[in-house]
């Protein structure tokens, strides 16, 4: 049996867009936090990265440290980012994992290094539209 949804309001510290508090939907025991925002700009990443410490504390799987790693680049630095990407294990035959090692080598301005992670994730995926964002981001290395 499914239990009813109801909201919960908790606060997350430091959380920039909403004075320090949200709006969790819960069912039961689970929360979910939508992170819907009108543009990227606008997302608190700051309760978003917090909110995946707190997942990774009950559960610490490889996908959840890569999210809460991307949501690192947003909320705190790159080099935080960084950090907790080359901490995680098990992922290095994933193309999604190479691709964020990119995105935050290039937010640092890392072009080169940008470069050759992006061609790793490049080897490591099939999907053709996922080909094609990976050259288009192997191009704007080169820039």
Not at 13 to 26: K, L, M, Q
Not at 91 to 119: D, P, S
Request: include cysteine.
């Amino acid at each position: 049996m499914v239990s009813p949804t109801h909201s919960k309001r908790i606060s997350i510290p430091g959380g920039s867009n909403r004075g320090g508090n949200i709006h969790v939907p819960c069912r039961g025991s689970h929360c979910l936090f939508s992170c819907r925002r009108p543009s990227f700009e606008r997302t608190d990443w700051s309760a978003i990265y917090y909110l995946y410490n707190i997942l990774y504390e009950q559960h610490h799987t490889p996908f959840i440290a890569l999210n809460k790693a991307i949501a690192a680049l947003y909320a705190k630095d790159a080099t935080i980012a960084l950090e907790e990407l080359q901490a995680i294990k098990g992922l290095n035959n994933y193309y999604l994992y190479h691709t964020a090692i990119g995105e935050v080598c290039f937010a640092a301005g890392n072009k080169a290094e940008a470069q050759g992670h992006y061609q790793n994730a490049l080897s490591l995926t099939h999907s053709s539209p996922e080909q094609q964002l990976l050259q288009m981001k192997i191009r704007s290395c080169e820039e």
